[in-house]
């Protein structure tokens, strides 16, 4: 080989180094530093002491699956409660769209999805651990802020196993634990949950538009009200029953009573009834304080049942304000005679 053929051949893998970093360049690294001015400069425009720019990983869902989207993340600690608006502000000043399949409203935990051409982020907004007591009240609103972002991108996407599996981790705080789908059909599925110390369960999932969301897991009896507006096939459920069944006959009144702190924030409110079937006044409430210290109670709520048939009546528990979604519901079937 002549030393004009060896000079050449240099000359040609320089070249081909040089176009490779470039493309790594333009497809990776530029796009994380992209990621990376995004979030100084909305740390700056809001005025919040967000973190220093760090790696971060997140579940991103979209109509047909969940994707683990690699990208930068910032967040900040106990800010107070209105200054999330300035982030959600900043979102839309900036031509960003909001996903309802990554958005989260719940009385402690809410997330919005934003999507801006390739880039997409996460805002999670949750209330601070030491703003509850031990009676997990709230005792002050303020709240801890994250942002993380990324490129979507669709080369790891999660099996239904791994979904639910990352959907345990979360609730249950990064616990080691293993999940079996014993039956998956549809939008539904059915399993078990296994923890590292031995104790476990079974779950009911739902999946909505490809964001799977766990209905119900436990070891006690499935509660029919919990899971009935999900519309299961009833061979996945049949064993399932209502918190209570009662009898009645016609003309008769009869209570329904919970029990609880009255220096509590958490409260059981009436959500509904029919009243073709039952007749409610508000007056028809009655509290008696059951405790010495006087912070236990009984609080009964008296319906009068009104003709023959099948009927339900609902409860909501609610906290802090009227504004809450409610953080539990009871449904009682009623059989009037």
């Known amino acids: ?17 040089g176009v490779l970093g470039y493309f790594i360049y333009s497809r990776f690294l530029a796009k994380s530093d992209e990621i990376t ?40 600690k106990s800010v107070a409660e209105d200054q999330y608006l300035k982030v959600e502000d900043y979102f839309n000043q900036q031509g960003f769209e909001q996903d309802s399949y990554n ?7 809410r997330a919005s999805g934003y999507t801006k ?51 345990f981790q979360e609730k249950y705080n990064n616990i080691d634990l293993e999940i079996t789908i014993a039956e998956e059909r ?54 399932c029953s209502y918190i209570q069944t009662i009898e009645v006959k016609q003309g008769e009144k009869f209570p329904v009573h919970f029990y609880g702190d009255v220096l509590s924030s958490y409260v059981w409110a009436l959500g509904f009834f029919e ?11 009655s509290f008696e304080y059951t405790g010495e210290d006087n912070r236990q109670a009984e609080q009964s709520y008296y319906f009068t049942a009104l003709k023959p048939g099948e009927t339900k009546i609902k409860f909501l528990l609610t906290c802090c304000s009227a504004e809450k979604l409610p953080l539990e519901e009871r449904i009682y079937k009623i059989i009037i005679k």
Request: with cysteine; proline share 2%; aromatic share 10%.
């Open 103 to 109: 958005a989260v409203l719940g009385p402690l935990k």
């Open 275 to 285: 009243q073709e079937y039952i007749e409610f006044s508000p007056e028809d409430v």
């Open 117 to 167: 051409g390739e880039m997409i982020c996460l805002f999670t907004v949750e209330l601070c651990e030491e703003c509850l007591d031990e009676d997990s009240a709230i005792i002050d609103n303020k709240n801890d802020l994250k942002v993380e972002c990324g490129f979507l991108s669709t080369e790891t996407s999660f099996s239904s196993e791994e979904a639910l599996k990352n959907l």
């Open 37 to 76: 001015v995004f979030l100084e400069e909305l740390g700056a425009s809001v005025e919040l002491d967000f973190s220093e720019v760090r790696d971060a990983e997140f579940n991103w869902s979209s109509i047909d699956k969940e994707v683990l989207i690699k990208g930068k993340a910032v967040e900040v």
């Open 186 to 239: 549809g939008n539904y599925a059915r399993g078990s949950i296994s923890f590292k110390d031995g104790f476990g369960g079974m779950f009911l999932a739902f999946n909505n538009n490809g964001h799977w969301q766990i209905v119900f897991d436990g070891n006690g009896v499935i509660s029919c009200e919990q899971v009935e507006e999900y519309e299961f096939p009833e061979d996945m459920i049949n064993d």
């Open 1 to 17: 080989m002549t030393k004009r053929n060896i000079i050449l051949i240099i000359i040609i893998v320089i070249v081909v180094i």
